[in-house]
């Protein structure tokens, strides 16, 4: 897991209790949100982004992540946030250091003052946010769904790569006989390097391990958990959704119908003149500076400044 803390001021700040917990989707890590996480906590916000199991840093076995092990560690890391904070009184803490300010031990309105946690999805990630609402609803306090890779009933086609029936029906026949073979995504879903433009060329070049999954996972999780899309739209949290209407990888389409079945009478959608990275708010920055397409600061300020303005109303 990695932390991204914003720097102590003089006084404790009241964002200092709210949290944003980021979830990444396939065949990518924690690091994903590096840029947005600086933005965000930058703003007096604690920022955490998780490497779900069997990705990044964390445990597990690589490329086939267990579903229902993820969404407890989840769990655990959220459950582990609230008790660091309500019983050691965490306030501003430093990028490089945890920072206690001894003042708020004694201030009975910052230890009553309700910790708010927000749990943020990108693409597949979505899918891992919205079970773990579904099964530990009591956790979170709010939902940021970002290009949802979910399958919608209504919508025949959710992207660009998506493979076709047949293809699929083939993916599920093997992986009843070899559940452990582990294959490359790409090859998998071959439309994928080439739709997904010089941002999966760069992830294939230099992350290739990451796109390792075995059939289980491919299938179970990428393909059949995505179909069960009903079980978890019973959502009544504020939930914030943002997608790109150029995104190729996942159809705004599939958010805006989302946002139509989702039950919640606190919503609210955005759509942004951008692809599946959102102006790579979302995206490795070491490997940023190797596109040709580069995108200013007033563009990904549109991203992180809506996150932050809606996390900020949800902290009142």
């Not at 031990?105 to 943020?120: A, E, F, G, M, V």
């Not at 559940?179 to 879903?189: C, E, G, N, R, T």
């Amino acid at each position: 897991m990695y932390e991204f803390l914003p720097e102590p001021p003089s006084n404790a700040s009241e964002t200092s209790r709210n949290i944003l917990v980021c979830i990444h989707g396939a065949y990518c890590d924690a690091q994903l949100f590096a840029y947005l996480a600086n933005r965000v906590s930058c703003k007096g916000y604690r920022v955490y982004a998780v490497d779900l199991l069997g990705h990044g840093k964390s445990d597990g076995d690589r490329g086939d992540t267990q579903f229902d092990d993820s969404l407890e560690s989840i769990n655990e890391v959220i459950l582990e946030l609230k008790n660091k904070t309500e019983n050691q009184n965490i306030g501003i803490a430093g990028r490089n250091r945890t920072y206690i300010n001894q003042n708020l031990n004694s201030s009975q309105d910052y230890k009553t003052r309700k910790i708010k946690i927000s749990i943020l999805g990108h693409s597949l990630g979505c899918t891992f946010v919205l079970w773990y609402v579904r099964r530990f609803k009591s956790s979170i306090d709010g939902i940021i769904l970002m290009a949802p890779y979910l399958r919608i009933p209504t919508i025949k086609k959710r992207s660009d790569v998506e493979p076709s029936s047949l293809s699929f029906l083939y993916l599920f026949l093997r992986r009843q006989l070899t559940p452990k073979k582990v294959m490359a995504f790409i090859d998998v879903i071959p439309k994928l390097k080439e739709i997904g433009g010089e941002e999966i060329s760069l992830l294939v070049k230099y992350r290739e391990d990451s796109f390792r999954y075995t059939l289980r996972f491919i299938v179970d999780i990428i393909g059949l958990r995505n179909n069960r899309v009903k079980e978890i739209l019973k959502v009544d949290l504020p939930i914030l959704i943002l997608h790109g209407k150029r995104d190729k990888l996942v159809y705004s389409e599939v958010s805006q119908t989302l946002f139509n079945m989702i039950d919640s009478k606190k919503k609210e959608i955005k759509l942004f003149d951008c692809d599946h990275w959102f102006y790579h708010c979302v995206f490795y920055q070491e490997l940023v500076r190797l596109l040709s397409n580069q995108h200013c600061e007033s563009d990904r300020n549109k991203i992180t400044q809506t996150i932050i303005d809606w996390t900020n109303q949800l902290a009142l």
